[in-house]
């Protein structure tokens, strides 16, 4: 395969190469969805912006979709170069169909205002595109059913820099167990995208001792994408 100049673009057309009917990224061991009978699923063919929310709005993958009240696809400008990646939606974005409406959505708002940055200049996405009941973790099944969506995103976006909120995304997207302290503070090449990693605004809300650190990281984000889009 010859290289352009979108190495997303180049990983995502390898995997599909290799991997024909597939769409995982680094494939993990096919299991069975034990909730649904079938075979945990990814999207097997490349669906524009359209396709792909139709396609999450319909899935019936999970448990998940007899709880969900909406599905939360994602908000925010589809050509942005800052992606935000959180975990799950909660109770108002459940009720809202829109990731970070809530108490901790307030939060990120007001860092994002304090680097200058606004909802309409970022897109953000969870890792699950419904509210696990009673805003539990998710599970590693819900995950793997969920994360090709995600992949998709990232792939249309095409973002200069993602930021994981939280551990769940963290370790979803880097493939580690290491905990979020020492995931802190560095740059990962995610498939030719740098990708930092700082805390969930929820936790902040739960740790307000967390609040420095966050927002170290959250200058640290401004001066790397700054340096990357070329702003002053």
Same mark, same amino acid.
């Given at each position: 395969?010859?290289?352009?100049?979108?190495?997303?673009?180049?990983?995502?057309?390898?995997?599909?190469?290799?991997?024909?009917?597939?769409?995982?990224?680094?494939?993990?061991?096919?299991?069975?969805?034990?909730? &649904?009978?079938?075979? &945990?699923?990814?999207?097997?063919?490349?669906?524009?912006?359209?396709?792909?929310?139709?396609?999450?709005?319909?899935?019936?993958?999970?448990?998940?979709?007899?709880?969900?009240?909406?599905?939360?696809?994602?908000?925010?400008?589809?050509?942005?170069?800052?992606?935000?990646?959180?975990?799950?939606?909660?109770?108002?974005?459940?009720?809202?169909?829109?990731?970070?409406?809530?108490?901790?959505?307030?939060?990120?708002?007001?860092?994002?205002?304090?680097?200058?940055?606004?909802?309409?200049?970022?897109?953000?996405?969870?890792?699950?595109?419904?509210?696990?009941?009673?805003?539990?973790?998710?599970?590693?099944?819900? @995950?793997?059913?969920?994360?090709?969506?995600? !992949?998709?995103?990232?792939?249309? @976006?095409?973002?200069?820099? @993602?930021?994981?909120?939280? !551990?769940?995304?963290?370790?979803?997207?880097?493939?580690?167990?290491?905990?979020?302290?020492?995931?802190?503070?560095?740059?990962?090449?995610?498939?030719?995208?740098?990708?930092?990693?700082?805390?969930?605004?929820?936790?902040? !809300?739960?740790?307000?001792?967390?609040?420095?650190?966050?927002?170290?990281?959250?200058?640290? @984000?401004?001066?790397?994408?700054?340096?990357?889009?070329?702003?002053?």
């Amino acid at each position: 395969m010859r290289a352009s100049d979108n190495p997303v673009r180049d990983f995502f057309l390898q995997q599909a190469e290799l991997f024909t009917d597939e769409f995982y990224f680094e494939p993990p061991a096919r299991q069975t969805d034990t909730e &649904t009978g079938g075979l &945990t699923g990814a999207v097997p063919e490349p669906l524009d912006w359209e396709e792909l929310e139709t396609r999450v709005r319909d899935c019936q993958k999970c448990a998940l979709a007899r709880t969900r009240t909406q599905v939360v696809f994602g908000a925010g400008n589809r050509n942005a170069g800052l992606l935000l990646i959180g975990e799950a939606p909660g109770q108002q974005e459940d009720l809202q169909g829109e990731p970070f409406v809530g108490r901790a959505g307030q939060l990120l708002d007001r860092i994002l205002a304090a680097i200058q940055l606004g909802r309409q200049e970022v897109y953000i996405a969870n890792i699950l595109k419904c509210r696990p009941p009673n805003n539990r973790t998710p599970s590693s099944a819900e @995950i793997e059913n969920c994360e090709p969506y995600l !992949l998709r995103q990232i792939e249309l @976006i095409q973002p200069a820099l @993602i930021v994981c909120l939280g !551990l769940t995304a963290a370790q979803t997207l880097l493939r580690v167990e290491t905990n979020l302290r020492d995931l802190r503070g560095n740059v990962y090449n995610y498939h030719g995208v740098d990708l930092v990693v700082t805390y969930h605004p929820a936790a902040l !809300l739960r740790n307000m001792g967390l609040k420095k650190y966050a927002w170290e990281d959250f200058q640290n @984000i401004q001066k790397l994408y700054k340096a990357k889009s070329g702003s002053q």
